[in-house]
């Protein structure tokens, strides 16, 4: 699996980040080399112990990203789906869940983008709906701190999905995945050096990104 061009970017003071961990992907499933050669010819039973393997970070990735369980729902189904459609193309060799991952931030960011996730998106800010997750800021108390943190929260979901594919994977894996400089370099055949790297200027990116919105 071929990775994405990464981009250069003009380095500024990176966001405060507080990253709101996912599941343990230390403590996921990993499969066999079989396994994946059988899932790469869409083998039925193999392609269920895919799905049983990452349907839980999927999840907890895209309700993140997306902030609503419903769409959270919707986008983690068409996840499986592109990855059933692109099956063949899996390295057996490697493990997918970078793969899958950044299949799911791709979804996000599709969906971001269509008319409907606004819409969605507008009606549960006048509904104030208190189910909105935490993601890159704390929870706050008073109602007026806490609208200013929904707000937060939304535009750093937005800024975050703008940005370039390599950009977006560097702080997925790291803040939403937990893992490791080391572990992300391992996984994508780089420097542990290279992947702090590219992570210090995905946070630069998405700083820029963030300021140009006010914050």
Not at 142 to 164: D, G, N, Q, T, W
Request: glycine fraction near 6%; hydrophobic fraction near 40%; proline fraction near 8%.
């Amino acid at each position: 699996m071929p990775e994405p061009e990464s981009e250069s970017v003009t380095r500024s003071e990176p966001p405060t980040v507080q990253g709101a961990m996912g599941p343990d992907p230390t403590e996921a499933p990993r499969l066999d080399r079989a396994t994946l050669e059988r899932v790469c010819r869409r083998d039925p039973e193999a392609l269920g112990v895919l799905f049983d393997a990452y349907f839980a970070s999927v999840f907890a990735l895209v309700h993140r990203l997306l902030g609503d369980r419903t769409l959270a729902e919707d986008a983690a189904s068409e996840v499986f789906f592109k990855v059933q459609r692109a099956a063949h193309t899996i390295d057996p060799a490697r493990d997918p869940a970078p793969w899958i991952m950044t299949i799911a931030t791709n979804v996000c960011r599709d969906l971001w983008r269509s008319g409907a996730y606004r819409m969605r998106q507008r009606a549960r800010s006048v509904e104030g709906d208190p189910g909105v997750p935490d993601l890159l800021v704390s929870p706050v108390a008073e109602p007026p701190r806490a609208l200013e943190s929904a707000e937060r929260e939304r535009l750093v979901r937005e800024s975050l999905l703008e940005l370039p594919a390599t950009q977006r994977d560097a702080i997925v894996l790291h803040e939403y995945e937990g893992l490791s400089h080391h572990q992300i370099a391992a996984r994508a055949g780089i420097e542990p050096a290279a992947a702090r790297k590219r992570y210090s200027r995905a946070l630069a990116a998405l700083g820029e990104r963030l300021r140009a919105k006010g914050l």
